[in-house]
């Protein structure tokens, strides 16, 4: 299970899932740059870091690194979730309450999801109401 990511992990890796291409630390730089002070090697260190991590994979090129997410936002979202779930000790309950939270967009979200996995075949109801 991925632990959540520390606020600069988070910002680097949502500028690698939104390019959704290699990247260079140069590039993860100027791009955090625009919004704070940042030392190249503190980018650089981080990059590795979640390398090192699993979150990315890297590739030589020429003297630097092209880094590339190895799954998606919306992979790793899922991953917390279903931790989060998981651990509650009454996962309806968590359930119920989550859902509570939910604004009507989110909710309808989890209204198209719903339909989507029903129509690949999943079943969702319990084994004796199917």
């Given amino acids: 299970m991925p632990r959540p990511l520390g606020e600069l992990e988070d910002a680097i890796m949502t500028r690698v899932w939104q390019w959704n291409r290699p990247v260079t630390v140069r590039e993860v730089l100027e791009d ?11 980018v650089m260190t981080v ?24 799954s998606t936002r919306a992979a790793y979202a899922a991953a917390l979730m279903n931790e989060a779930w998981s651990a509650s000790d009454n996962p309806a309950s968590a359930l119920v309450a989550f859902f509570g939270m ?15 996995v029903q129509l690949n075949g999943v079943h969702l109801s319990p084994p004796e109401e199917r």
């Fill in 32 to 42: 955090l740059q625009e919004e704070r002070q940042i030392a190249y090697t503190t």
């Fill in 47 to 70: 990059m590795d870091n979640l390398h090192q991590k699993g979150w990315v994979r890297r590739e030589q090129d020429g003297r630097a690194y092209r880094y590339e997410a190895v």
């Fill in 102 to 116: 939910m604004s009507p967009e989110q909710v309808e979200a989890l209204r198209d999801a719903l339909r989507v």
